[in-house]
């Protein structure tokens, strides 16, 4: 069975540009949730999508935003980008249910210049 | 809110050796788990193993075990027979059924560097 798959791996932009970001979950997972990683803030929960619906969101500004599809692939978009978004950005899916545990994908290195 | 609380920055062990990892977390949830990840240097997290707060029995999995004392909110990972493949960053992370809507919400340590040596 496939695992979570995270395009792209890497992405370079520039201050003040947007960004999309996208994450297919495991066969069969209908909950994915994101994640962003800097060695400053460490792991920090963005929002969690499950049946095409936000179910949870984390703290961060507006500029911050998702979505999923009815195939329960999402994105994930970053406008207005900053030089402190520079960040691996991490997705991760499960199964329904709340004990189930998150597959994590190998993440999307964003570096804003 | 949850916060959880990895106070060992760096550790490193032996190869064969037994090292513990050290976490400590709070909770307003009843209804909550713990899990450990590892990150490689390839990025991905990958579960290590996970605990049910209401469980007494710590978790086991192979040579990955957890201390998990409920009452002084600890949860130690404790890996046996170290092995080089086990160097990587590891993670303590809480979550909470919290009214059904925390599903995919976890709180993560700061992580520790485990080193292993040959």
């Known amino acids: 069975k496939a695992g979570v798959t995270q395009t792209p791996r890497y992405l370079i932009k520039t201050r003040g540009q947007q960004v999309t970001l996208s994450c297919s979950p495991i066969?069969?997972?209908?909950?994915v949730s994101w994640y962003q990683q800097t060695p400053g803030q460490g792991l920090q929960f963005l929002f969690e999508y499950f049946s095409e619906t936000q179910r949870n969101k984390g703290n961060f500004p507006g500029r911050f935003s998702g979505r999923q599809f009815s195939n329960s692939r999402s994105e994930m978009n970053v406008s207005t980008l900053e030089l402190g978004d520079s960040a691996l950005y991490l997705c991760a899916s499960s199964l329904p249910g709340h004990r189930s545990p998150l597959h994590f994908g190998n993440g999307t290195r964003l570096t804003v210049t | 809110a949850q916060t959880v609380t990895q106070s060992q920055p760096e550790m490193s062990v032996q190869e064969a050796e037994t090292v513990t990892l050290s976490c400590t977390y709070d909770t307003s949830e009843s209804d909550y788990y713990l899990f450990w990840y590892k990150q490689p240097p390839s990025r991905q997290m990958i579960l290590v193993i996970r605990?049910?707060?209401?469980?007494?029995q710590n978790a086991t999995e192979n040579r990955f075990s957890v201390n998990f004392q409920k009452a002084a909110k600890s949860f130690s990972l404790k890996i046996s027979d170290s092995q080089l493949g086990d160097a990587a960053m590891y993670f303590c992370a809480s979550g909470a059924n919290a009214g059904g809507t925390s599903y995919g919400k976890l709180t993560f340590g700061q992580g520790t560097i485990l080193t292993v040596h040959p």
């Open positions: 066969s069969g997972h209908r909950s």
């Open positions: 605990q049910e707060a209401y469980k007494q």
